[in-house]
């Protein structure tokens, strides 16, 4: 990380990072021959420098050399994974996932974004999806943090707590 940042490439190396991990992610084949001991490493490394050579920095390609030269390779989607979370942790990025029953527009979603960005006081980006079984409403996740405001868990706390009063027997 401090390397890329000294050499001014780390937005370059996340990029390459992003890239390295959604072909391990979206490639079975390219998995496959990764995880393949019978493989032997300088194919790995040729098959690697074939597929990144013109793609990625050089001194990503070295480090995935080195990777596979020490056999292991079958980390390479963690290590991926975990230099994007340190990225994002140096350049103070948070993530936030919102699932909503009905999609936001723009300029709500923007304003949600500005609150966001003041209540963490850092960047926070914002992955949305549309799940019609919240019924209504949406549940949001920044980092560990959730705060659930959709209807169906609204419900379900409601039906909580009927049946929790149905069980108290009152004495007279």
């Known amino acids: 990380m401090m ?6 490439c780390l ?27 019978v493989i032997k490493p300088p194919q790995k490394r040729k098959v690697m420098a074939e597929l990144f050579e013109k793609r990625v920095h050089p001194m990503t390609l070295n480090f995935i050399n080195i990777i596979i030269r020490n056999r292991r390779e ?3 989607a963690d290590v ?17 996932h919102l699932v909503s029953a009905a999609g936001m527009d723009d300029r709500s979603q923007q304003q949600l974004q500005q609150q966001l960005n003041m209540l963490f006081k850092a960047d926070v980006q914002i992955t949305a999806e549309i ?20 209807l ?21």
């Open 74 to 76: 079958l980390l390479l």
């Open 3 to 8: 390397v890329g940042a000294e050499n001014q």
């Open 11 to 37: 937005d370059a190396l996340k990029a390459d990072m992003e890239l390295l991990g959604d072909t391990i992610k979206g490639n079975l084949v390219f998995r496959q021959m990764m995880d393949n001991p």
């Open 152 to 172: 169906s868990s609204g419900l379900e706390r409601i039906r909580k707590s009927l049946k929790s009063y149905r069980s108290i027997k009152v004495k007279l």
């Open 131 to 150: 799940n019609p079984d919240l019924i209504g409403g949406f549940v949001l996740r920044v980092g560990d943090q959730q705060y659930d405001a959709s």
């Open 80 to 96: 991926a994974r975990d230099f994007i979370d340190l990225y994002e942790k140096f350049k103070g990025i948070k993530r936030a």
